[in-house]
């Protein structure tokens, strides 16, 4: 029988005292094009803030120097990278020889649309044996082709907003709780539907809906930060039930600090992640 669950705390693990990074979880990341350099920053970002213990960042070798920058706790890579400023084929060996020693895999933030972006988050799927998130331009690969979902060997996290619910082929009819829950047991995957009232779908029919967040966090790259902090959560809590309705709670709650303190209109991203630490706390 599966259940609503109305999400208004959450309860994060005491650290171990002897704890060492290796602990809290390998993340690798892989996104980020020459037209789109914010969001794999956002992600990585999002992914320390939430606590990950190491994370590395692979991104197309044309903006590796920029997020070098940006990025000073995650590793972050070069990938070999089209003329377009995207993640070539080539890429794809180095990032499957990654996957085999990370904990998890977030992909598709910010990675640009074109064939060999779309082969290689199929390749991702196909091949990982650690949980997954999917993110942005890595949906869309996946809304190309649905039947994918079929051939992952590990547990997969979708984090669409609406529109790209749509796309996936989801319907909204009767709601955005039994929409979500529809998709999840239909294709296997834990689905995040973003918007008022977040709901996390996974495919035994529970359902978690969100208490937090407010209009001042409908701006371009929170989707992202969400994504890394999903990611950095699920192998310290290593338990995708408790972990991502915790990250996507624990977003809006530093959302809503933000905007107390700064306004829903001025508010950015980046504030999301400045006060993500004492929402935590």
Same mark, same amino acid.
């Given at each position: 029988?599966?259940? $609503?669950?109305?999400? /208004? ?21 892989? %996104?980020? /094009? ?6 794999? /920053?956002?992600?990585? !970002?999002?992914?320390?803030?939430? @606590? ?16 070098? *920058? ?13 003329? =377009? @400023? !995207? ?8 990032? +499957? ?19 060999? $972006? ?7 799927? =196909?091949? %990982? /044996? ?9 949906? $869309? ?5 649905? *039947?994918?979902? &079929? ?5 997969? *996290?979708?984090?669409?907003? &609406? ?9 909204? &009819? #009767?709601?955005?709780? =039994?929409? %979500?829950? !529809?998709?999840?047991?239909?294709? @296997? ?5 973003? @918007? ?21 966090? %409908? ?32 977003? #809006? ?9 700064? #306004? =829903? ?8 992640? #400045?006060? +993500? ?5």
């Amino acid at each position: 029988m599966s259940n $609503t669950f109305t999400v /208004s705390s959450v309860t994060l693990p005491v650290r171990p005292r002897d704890a060492h990074k290796g602990d809290f979880g390998r993340v690798l990341i892989i %996104a980020g /094009s020459s037209c789109y350099t914010g969001a794999p /920053s956002f992600a990585a !970002r999002g992914a320390v803030r939430a @606590g990950a213990g190491l994370v590395f960042l692979g991104v197309p070798r044309d903006i590796h120097a920029i997020e070098a *920058v940006k990025n000073d706790e995650a590793m972050v890579f070069p990938l070999p990278s089209d003329s =377009e @400023g !995207r993640l070539s084929k080539d890429a794809l060996p180095k990032i +499957l020889d990654k996957l085999k020693n990370s904990d998890i895999c977030l992909i598709g933030p910010g990675l640009g649309l074109s064939e060999d $972006t779309f082969n290689i988050v199929y390749s991702v799927i =196909e091949n %990982a /044996s650690c949980p997954l998130v999917i993110d942005a331009d890595g949906i $869309t690969a996946v809304a190309r082709n649905i *039947v994918i979902l &079929e051939r992952a060997k590990s547990d997969i *996290v979708l984090t669409p907003h &609406e529109g790209e619910f749509l796309r996936l082929g989801g319907s909204l &009819e #009767g709601g955005r709780v =039994e929409a %979500a829950r !529809r998709f999840a047991q239909k294709h @296997g995957a834990i689905l995040v539907l973003k @918007g008022r009232g977040t709901v996390t779908a996974f495919p035994d029919g529970d359902c978690f809906l969100n208490t937090t967040g407010n209009p001042g966090m %409908a701006k371009g790259g929170s989707g992202d930060v969400l994504a890394g902090m999903i990611a950095g959560l699920v192998p310290q809590l290593r338990d995708l039930k408790s972990a991502v309705p915790a990250a996507v709670y624990l977003h #809006g709650k530093a959302g809503a600090l933000a905007a107390e303190a700064l #306004g =829903e209109y001025a508010m950015t991203p980046s504030d999301i992640l #400045g006060y +993500l630490p004492f929402a935590m706390r």
